[in-house]
Nanobody, 124 residues
Framework: QVQLVESGGGLVQAGGSLRISCVAS????????MGWFRQAPGKERELITG????????YYADSVKGRFTISRDDAKKLVYLQMNSLTPEDTAVYYC?????????????????WGQGTQVTVSS
């Protein structure tokens, strides 16, 4: 079992950057694939990026490819999401999630453990 807590959300202007973090507790963090989801008001939650155990491969949804970067630090049990060139369409609650070993990080169904979310708001 792994517990996840996100932090670093906030208000940023369009075109700006923000890095959000997710700290894990529990055992065997390094064996989990990790991902970031987001949910905008009135929309379904969507998987935007994932990173495998060991750091490769990674997955990015088309909506964030080239702008967002996922990374992990297994020694600190941290996962980061660096977000650049933000637009108001990126406004959402961002959730960290963990997928057990053997599941594809590009499948939203793989993720079993969730954080509480952190709000990211991009102003125009």
């Amino acid at each position: 079992q792994v517990q996840l807590v996100e932090s670093g959300g906030g208000l940023v202007q369009a075109g700006g950057s923000l890095r959000i973090s997710c700290v894990a507790s529990g055992r065997a963090f390094s064996t989990y694939g990790m991902g970031w989801f987001r949910q905008a008001p009135g929309k379904e939650r969507e998987l935007i990026t994932g990173i495998s155990a060991g750091g490769t491969p990674t997955y990015y949804a088309d909506s964030v490819k080239g702008r967002f970067t996922i990374s992990r630090d297994d020694a600190k049990k941290l996962v980061y999401l660096q977000m650049n060139s933000l637009t108001p369409e990126d406004t959402a609650v961002y959730y960290c999630a963990a997928a057990p070993a053997g599941w594809s990080i590009s499948s939203s169904f793989a993720y079993e453990h969730w954080g509480q979310g952190t709000q990211v708001t991009v102003s125009s």
